[in-house]
T-cell receptor, first 112, second 115 residues
């Protein structure tokens, strides 16, 4: 079964608003990563949070990780039309597995 | 620095045929992973190669195979194509399998359609 599993709702927001997506997973992880995908093209790495971290920021992105609840959230602040994309969380179990288990993705539409 | 290059971008094949997809990782990256993306199953791990050796393999039938060359370029092959093999195939590279530290760099993918 897939590790990462986002709340499957599509999100439609106005430009300038914040967008929040959630992700839950089932087993222990080494780290959790968020990726963006535009229109069925390649994935772009956004941010990585390790299992011993609780919060991380990168520009307008803020990710949190709660290992006790096996969940993560991604917040995009002050959204822009260019943020319209699908967002995926992916878990890495580490231990040399070198593979990501992806969630089903969350579609975000930012209306100008 | 050039990104991950996947060729071809689009491919149409007939059931029963075989297909080979190519991936050139970022220069210096020795780990190459392959993923299949379909609307129904989402993104699924196929396999990972490092220094010409398959290190990890996902749950796909033996019709799916791959290899890596000494220059780290990788190919994946699907034999006896089925309609269900229609998907976006993504390749990702990382430095020495360090995707767990810095994340992975993905190519734009090859869109395979089986008719």
């Amino acid at each position: 079964s897939q590790q990462g599993e986002e709340d499957p709702q599509a999100l439609s927001i106005q430009e300038g608003e914040n967008a929040t997506m959630n992700c839950s997973y089932k087993t222990s992880i080494n780290n959790l990563q968020w990726y963006r995908q535009n229109s069925g093209r390649g994935l772009v790495h956004l941010i990585l949070i390790r299992s011993n971290e609780r919060e991380k920021h990168s520009g307008r992105l803020r990710v949190t990780l709660d290992t006790s609840k096996k969940s993560s959230s991604l917040l995009i602040t002050a959204s822009r039309a260019a943020d319209t994309a699908s967002y995926f969380c992916a878990t890495d179990a580490g231990r040399g597995n070198n593979r990501l288990a992806f969630g089903k993705g969350n579609q975000v539409v930012v209306i100008p | 620095k050039a990104g991950v290059t996947q060729t071809p971008r689009y491919l149409i094949k007939t059931r029963g045929q075989q297909v080979t997809l190519s991936c050139s990782p970022i220069s210096g990256h020795r780990s190459v992973s392959w993923y299949q993306q379909t609307p129904g199953q989402g993104l699924q791990f196929l396999f990972e190669y490092f220094s010409e050796t398959q290190r990890n393999k996902g749950n796909f039938p033996g019709r799916f195979s791959g290899r890596q060359f000494s220059n780290s370029r990788s190919e994946m092959n699907v034999s006896t194509l089925e309609l269900g093999d229609s998907a976006l195939y993504l390749c990702a590279s990382s430095l020495e399998g360090t995707g767990g530290y810095y994340g992975y760099t993905f190519g734009s993918g090859t869109r395979l359609t089986v008719v």
